[in-house]
């Protein structure tokens, strides 16, 4: 339903957290993790590599089993490492803009694709960069390739842009609009990185495993969150000409659909991949 003030009243911006945490979980764990997975697993299958099976843990790490020939060639190993990025990141990117025409709550844990596949890649870049030279992994290889780390931070800069726009571009399909109040746009901002970040450190400490690494996420998802809230009102402004979609109050129907398809999503994975819990 529209709304006339565009200052949301208390149940009004529970329901939009709400829909946008089950937008970001489903979106993340469909294209930062299943869809990246399957591309890592598609880049060996292309070189003769047999695809054995896909493990996603939804607060911790993916991968993929491929048993590959020995020896593989060079580029085998790259499109094989580098395949999340290659195959992954382009088709969730293009999910988002095959929708973006019919921009509604309905569909956005759809539309939320190429904004969590660029933040994600974002953090791709810099874990490579973090490992490098220990453990080579996605991008490491194109540092192995003796590609200039100044591409992969340029890469990543463009990524997080990207990433930061299209999120701020989907706020008015949860109520939000430019005289929204900052503290509004905030919190509805922290209910995507941040919050599915938390929940990721208390997962890992309640398990008994290192939290340094879900530390630092959480603080690189408070940052793009923070960083997302400042942009709304200049990036909506500019691009009001290009793409505008009115403020609008997400239905319960929509909302229960996004809360639905990201839980939804993630005890399938939970019951899918026992063997992470163990």
């Known amino acids: 339903m529209s709304i006339n ?3 949301l009243s208390g149940p009004q911006l529970f329901r939009s957290m709400l829909l946008f945490f089950g937008a970001f979980l489903f979106a993340f764990l469909l294209n930062s993790y299943i869809m990246h997975e399957a591309g890592h697993a598609f ?14 843990n939804p607060f911790g790490a993916g991968g993929w089993n491929n048993q590959c020939p020995e020896p593989m060639t060079q580029a085998g190993k790259f499109f094989q490492g580098m395949g999340g990025e290659i195959f992954g990141l382009p088709v969730s990117i293009a999910v988002t803009l095959f929708l973006w025409h019919k ?6 844990s759809l539309l939320m694709a190429a904004s969590v596949a660029c933040i994600g890649n974002v953090i791709s870049v810099l874990d490579s960069f973090a490992s490098y030279p220990h453990y080579v ?3 490491g290889l194109m540092l192995n390739a003796g590609i200039p780390p100044i591409i992969l931070s340029v890469i990543a800069i463009v990524s997080l842009v990207i990433g930061i726009v299209m999120m701020d571009l989907l706020f008015p399909v949860a109520g ?4 929204t109040p900052f503290w509004q746009v905030l919190v509805l901002s922290l209910m995507t990185w941040p919050f599915y970040m938390a929940l990721r450190l208390i997962y890992q400490s309640a398990n008994g495993r290192s939290i340094s690494g879900p ?5 690189f998802g408070l940052l793009v969150a923070i960083l ?3 942009l709304y009102k200049p990036i909506s402004k500019l691009l009001t000409s290009i793409t505008q979609t009115d403020p609008v109050l997400p239905s319960m129907g929509s909302v229960w659909l996004s809360v639905g398809l990201g839980v939804g999503l993630t005890v399938i994975l939970v019951l899918s991949n026992k063997i992470w819990f163990g």
Request: include cysteine; aromatic fraction near 14%.
């Open 43 to 56: 880049g060996g299958v292309l070189f003769g590599c047999q695809f054995e099976g896909l493990h996603v």
């Open 137 to 139: 992994f996605d991008y």
């Open 215 to 219: 530390i630092s996420l959480f603080i």
């Open 103 to 108: 921009r509604t709550p309905m569909l956005i």
């Open 228 to 230: 997302t809230a400042l």
């Open 5 to 7: 003030s565009q200052r």
């Open 176 to 179: 939000i609009g430019r005289t």
